[in-house]
């Protein structure tokens, strides 16, 4: 059981990354972004290329895909959300939803629908033994990653002017301009931060995932199961979101089967919806 | 300072201010008065730059700024407390007034004002950690006339601040004002407590169901028949 708990926390903190990128745009700009999982694929083939073609290992590639696709989420606020902001909010729904499908679609068009892994990564899939319990490496690598650069986003939103600017406008976006904050352009910065989120989550993936056009919807349902449980635009609630899916997929997986382990996640988040619809951590 | 000629502003192409015309010179305290609805913080709101004029121009220190996005204005040295205050509900007193300070570059310049708003609101200060929305009405005015002040504004355009405060606090925060003024500060005040408001100013616009119908200063206004009926109940 113990082996248990431990693989579905190393999971959960991935997963706490990737919502943590979800619940930026969503809490602070309420966009709904249907693409935030095509950013993920983006970045986990990013990682794969860097990899194939310039033979650098993911973990130290890590930096630049986290550039590359925040600079994947400032063109899509660029290009396609900004111009639906002030639109009706099922604009932007529909908006982000055609973004998801062509940026998916383009991956299978360039690089097919085969699978792709990276074999033989820097870190490898061999275990190390605490106790009772065996853990990957690989695993260990992108738990801890994952933790960490939640960290570093709770600490830049919390403590830079730019990340306290991001919350002002997320509370309240004229007042925001009144104070002479762009609020377009930190927008332009929130969904990069969230495209860096999910790119760092890709490359600390990319390692022990095999990567498919397909590879991600997964990841963006949970996600979004995710930043509903811990509370809109709230990163602790997602980091606690996270594990707590993590855990409940590993443990219901292996209580009832491993073919209904999503079945506990789903039962859990539309139970704690019914309680709290704001989230366990909401506002 | 600033003038505004025959300025007309609406939402969603409805104009809701017809052909305003009026002037703030330097240091002056200046009040727009009129009803509830007659339409002063939609001009509030035109003149920061959250809303596009229809017609007409807004000129400030020489340079014509329609077009000029709102957060340009505040680096210009344009500053608004809008109506009902509109706090960074969850943030801090201290981030809050950051957040006032965000086109400062100068730290030092920065500590400088807090020190500033500080002595002049020194309950803000008590509780500079404690969270904005757990103020009651009348700090939370205070707070956000000390943020409106943390940009170190030339002039400073405060909507409706006695809304919702008990008399006592609105002479407070009235007070408060001159103070500000007497730094060098130019104000232009919204309200809808016409005596106070005129009191305390050098001149005043009236509004009625956007348009201005008279102007003058305060002796002027005050002894105006239509100021008299309409709104002291004379």
């Keep these: ?283 | 300072m600033l003038k505004v000629e025959n300025l007309k502003l609406g939402y969603d192409g409805v104009p809701v201010i017809f052909d305003v015309s009026l002037e703030v010179h330097e240091k002056e305290i200046v009040s727009i008065v009129g009803s509830n609805g007659a339409g002063k913080s939609t001009i509030l709101r035109g003149l920061s730059g959250l809303l596009k004029p229809m017609a007409g121009t807004i000129t400030y220190m020489g340079q014509k700024i329609n077009q000029v996005p709102a957060h340009k204005l505040v680096e210009m040295g344009m500053a608004h407390v809008p109506e009902g205050r509109q706090l960074f509900g969850k943030l801090s007193v201290k981030e809050n007034l950051m957040m006032g300070a965000y086109v400062l570059k100068d730290e030092v310049t920065k500590k400088d004002c807090l020190e500033q708003v500080f002595e002049l609101f020194p309950r803000l200060k008590e509780r500079e950690n404690q969270a904005a929305e757990t103020f009651s009405g009348g700090e939370q005015q205070m707070l956000a006339i000390a943020r409106g002040m943390m940009s170190r504004p030339k002039l400073l355009m405060i909507d409706e601040m006695s809304l919702g405060l008990a008399p006592v606090l609105v002479d407070k925060v009235m007070d408060s004002l001159k103070v500000i003024n007497s730094i060098g500060i130019t104000v232009l005040l919204v309200e809808q407590k016409v005596q106070e408001a005129l009191e305390y100013a050098d001149r005043g616009y009236v509004l009625q169901n956007g348009r201005m119908v008279i102007s003058g200063t305060n002796e002027e206004l005050l002894a105006s028949d239509i100021v008299k009926k309409a709104y002291l109940g004379m």
């Design chain 1, 1 to 283: 059981m113990g082996q248990i708990m431990i693989n579905g926390l190393m999971n959960g903190f991935v997963y706490a990354l990737v919502a943590v990128g979800l619940t930026l745009t969503w809490g602070v700009m309420d966009i709904v972004n249907f693409a935030h999982g095509e950013m993920l694929l983006w970045g986990m083939y990013a990682a794969f290329w860097i990899w194939s073609l310039l033979s650098i290992d993911p973990i130290l590639s890590l930096p630049i895909v986290i550039l590359l696709i925040f600079i994947l989420g400032v063109l899509m606020y660029f290009l396609v959300i900004k111009r639906v902001l002030n639109a009706p909010p099922l604009t932007a729904l529909l908006a982000t939803f055609g973004l998801s499908m062509v940026l998916k679609n383009l991956t299978q068009f360039f690089w097919t629908a085969n699978y792709r892994n990276i074999t033989n990564p820097l870190v490898g899939s061999d275990s190390i033994q605490i106790g009772e319990l065996f853990i990957r490496k690989d695993y260990i690598v992108a738990a801890v990653g994952s933790l960490l650069l939640t960290f570093v986003v709770i600490w830049f939103v919390n403590k830079t002017k730019t990340g306290v600017a991001i919350k002002a406008t997320s509370m309240n976006k004229s007042a925001a301009k009144l104070m002479g904050i762009n609020t377009s352009k930190i927008f332009a910065i929130t969904f990069g931060l969230s495209g860096a989120c999910v790119g760092a989550a890709a490359a600390l993936m990319s390692s022990f995932t095999p990567i498919y056009p397909e590879a991600c919807a997964l990841y963006s349902t949970l996600a979004f199961v995710i930043v509903a449980l811990g509370g809109f635009g709230n990163i602790k609630g997602a980091l606690f979101a996270g594990l707590l899916i993590g855990l409940a997929e590993a443990v219901g997986g292996y209580l009832i089967g491993t073919s209904f382990k999503y079945l506990v996640v789903f039962v859990i988040y539309l139970v704690a919806i019914q309680i709290r619809p704001k989230g366990l951590f909401g506002w």
